[in-house]
């Protein structure tokens, strides 16, 4: 039988589920909406019975990874996820080991990630490093010596909720100004309107409302040389590079990876966080940052980080 572990992205919209074995191969994908109950039992039940259906009996399933908003690795709870439907403290360990009755770890989703890219991707022979991902928010897990931090209450690394401008856009953590308000999916089509507010100029995306308009589209625009849309990319860009330069001063990281949503326009959102990077460095840090694609882009990171997350506990 194949020694696996059960990998699981809790989303606020979607929940993402594979079998990955100690080489980050993964199996018997699978989804399911995250918030179809208003209980997170019955949520738990849906999410047993659908990897159940998948598996046959090849598989040896070693233990559950769990990587969700606000997860917190220390006390292996969700804490006031404002994007998810069940509210307050979640005991997610206790609920998983009960339903499932193997051991359960949980981080939050970015650090999942960051443990996905150290084990199978490009940071594997990485000891200092930075993961972002870019999705309806802005998710951080940070690498110091080898390791992800936790920091005191297990909730180390938010910088997407670090602050650009105190005065700026309301963030769903009920702050101003937080940086995934201005570098997300969201955060580029608020920009794209206030350039479409502001300026006189010709744009397709124009004839967008808010709701229908995406980042793919904005990405296609900008790759047609449509003037709004390009501006909105040097914005976020110039943003994004300014607080990483911060994060940068923090931990003196070898690389920072951007994954998802945001960063599949590549040059588009590269050029300009890189240039913008380098611009606002202390000097001693100059030309010394590598920006890079996640090179599990293509693949299910957040599960598989996940599963990181249990194989590193197991090892
Ligand atoms: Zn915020």
């Known amino acids: 039988m194949k020694e696996v572990v059960l990998g699981i992205d809790i989303g606020g919209t979607f929940t993402k589920y594979g ?43 070693k233990g559950v990874g769990i990587g969700a908003p606000n997860g917190n690795y220390y006390t292996g709870k969700i804490e006031s996820a404002p994007n998810l439907r069940w509210k307050g403290v979640i005991d997610l360990t206790d609920l998983f080991e009960e339903k499932f009755g193997l051991p359960v770890k949980v981080t939050n989703d970015a650090n999942a990630a960051a443990l996905g890219e150290m084990l199978y991707g490009d940071a594997v022979n990485m000891k200092n490093f930075i993961m972002i991902t870019l999705g309806t928010g802005l998710g951080s897990g940070i690498v110091v ?7 005191h209450d297990g909730f180390a690394g938010e910088i997407g ?17 937080c940086l995934e308000t201005y570098v997300s999916a969201p955060g580029i089509k608020r920009t794209v309107f206030e350039l479409l507010a502001t300026e ?27 003037e709004i849309a390009l501006k909105a990319f040097e914005y976020t860009g ?41 611009q606002y460095l202390l000097c001693i840090y100059s030309g010394k940052i590598k920006l890079l694609p996640s090179k599990l882009q293509d693949k299910n990171i957040a599960v598989i980080g996940a599963a990181a997350l249990m194989w590193k506990e197991l090892a």
């Open 200 to 226: 006189t100029k010709e744009s397709v995306l124009r004839k967008y409302s808010f709701d229908a308009l995406d980042s793919k589209t904005i990405s296609e625009a900008a790759n047609n040389g449509d």
């Open 238 to 278: 110039k943003i994004l590079g300014l607080k990483l330069a911060d994060a940068v001063a923090h931990t003196s990281p070898e690389a920072i990876f951007l994954f998802g949503g945001l960063s599949n326009a590549g040059d588009l959102i590269f050029v300009p966080t890189k240039k913008y990077l380098d």
């Open 145 to 151: 010596n080898g390791e992800i931090v936790y920091g």
């Open 161 to 177: 909720h670090t602050i650009v401008d105190p005065e700026g856009r309301n963030c769903a953590c009920g702050k101003r100004g």
């Open 19 to 61: 079998l990955v074995d100690k080489n980050g191969f993964i199996f018997n994908e699978g989804s399911l909406p995250t918030d179809r109950h208003a209980k997170v039992i019955d949520f738990i039940t849906e999410l047993k019975t659908s990897v159940h259906q998948s598996l046959g009996d090849n598989y040896n399933i």
